[in-house]
């Protein structure tokens, strides 16, 4: 019996933060040599300069309107590419980095051994480089980064600086603000990141009670809340 392990490989790759010319040399490299590709989404800004060098690609857009919460969402996706991987070469492309806040890969990694398929995890820039450059830190002193849907970790006492990503509508922006409102004044002033590193960025400081008020929320939307006073004395 052949080893479908030595047979086809999964290689999955990121699409930088938004901004094209930050996808790397080797991904681009990668996408334009590829057979089969998979995006998890075609709703990135990245995705244009794939149309706009004709690369054929299939989304898991169809599977967002099937699913009837993330966890199914994410699970029918990776069992998706387990099979089509079975048999043939397939690129999965996921946006920022598969390394950072991407729930599928951590499932495909868990799952990769039993499943018997090769695995190739390309590094990519995620959206962290462009919020450090924005916010002047260094992530060294503390930080915490935690998913907006993730109720417990967004609930917990903070004891450092705060990132929330997957802000993704007014919806999900009303009951973070309710949780952080346990252990913040609703006055506490964050900072609004919209569309970093593209050319319609947006930074604002907002105070707490308005976050949900932001007729621009979108996924690609995070919010950073200082823990310490120190934060906004060097502002």
Known sequence: MADHKADHKLTVAGLGPGDAGLITRETWARIETAEHILLRTRIHPTVEALDAAGISYETYDAFYEDAEDFDELYE?????????????????????????AERTVQLLRERVTEMEINIEILLAMSFLEPLFAALG??????????????????AAPPDQDLVITQLYSREIASDLKILLMEHFPDTQEVIYLHHLALPDERIRRIPLFELDWQEDIDHLTTLFVPYTPVFWEKR
Request: charged share 25%; aromatic share 4%; proline share 7%.
């Open 76 to 100: 029918r996706i990776v069992d998706d590419l387990f099979t089509r991987a079975r048999a043939a070469d397939i690129l999965y492309l996921v946006p920022g980095s598969p390394l950072v």
């Open 137 to 154: 830190i260094d992530p060294v002193n503390g930080l915490s980064i935690v998913d907006a849907l993730n109720e417990e970790a967004v």
